[in-house]
């Protein structure tokens, strides 16, 4: 990991296990809670993992926050700016891509702002998100095609598309330029405990 990952590793670790030991909660309550190994939890804690958004998602809603929680301060401000190059960096493509959190609410419904690029070539897979999860989807530069349930949908640079982000689905950048788009996700229920179990590694 880069220092910027590691630093926002270490911070949403810290945010984990100040969320998890409020509760009262042991490790093991809460890997149980988020159907993520403890192994996993552990890792996250101490900053070592870097998680996939999914890993984050289920934690997020074992706790009863949001994931922009978890990679922002906890003191609540009635105006939260974020400047350009401040996102928090959830994921890194093998083409340069980037998923960057940029802005959040706080839970039950939660909704999250994303500003992704895709280098070309480059594909994110998601799994399915809590039930009644939906996504709103525009791009901004270059051709994405997003699948949902196995339904491809090609969009082109000021296209939008929203869809159900309760079943599989992906963003490829099928180009040979970089892509770029604005994704705003909104989970309603966070921290009602009906997000499937899943194990993760």
């Known amino acids: 990991m880069d220092q910027s990952a590691t630093i926002l590793a270490m911070a949403i670790g810290g945010r984990v296990r100040q969320e998890r030991q409020s509760r009262g909660w042991t490790l093991d309550q809460l890997s149980e809670a988020a159907g993520v190994s403890r192994r996993m939890v552990v890792n996250v804690e101490q900053g070592a993992a870097n998680p996939s958004v999914g890993t984050l998602l289920r934690i997020s809603d074992a706790l009863g926050v949001g994931l922009p929680a978890l990679v ?3 003191q609540p401000k009635p105006v ?3 400047r350009r ?22 839970s039950p419904d939660v909704v999250e702002l994303w500003d992704w690029t895709l280098g070309p070539g480059d594909q994110h897979l ?9 996504e709103l989807l525009q791009v901004q530069q270059g051709t994405i095609t997003v699948v949902v349930a ?3 949908v090609i969009l082109d640079a000021g296209d939008a598309v929203t869809f159900p982000g309760d079943v599989a689905h992906s963003y490829a950048n099928p180009g040979t330029e970089p892509a770029r788009f604005s994704l705003a996700v909104f989970e309603p229920g966070v921290g009602s405990g009906h997000r499937p179990a899943v194990t993760d590694a």
């Open 72 to 74: 922002e301060s906890p």
């Open 80 to 82: 939260k700016v974020t």
């Open 85 to 106: 190059g401040e996102g928090a960096a959830l994921w890194n493509g093998e083409s340069g891509g980037r998923g960057l959190l940029v802005a959040g609410t706080e």
């Open 126 to 134: 998601s799994e399915a998100h809590s039930p009644g999860t939906k």
């Open 150 to 152: 196995d339904q491809p």
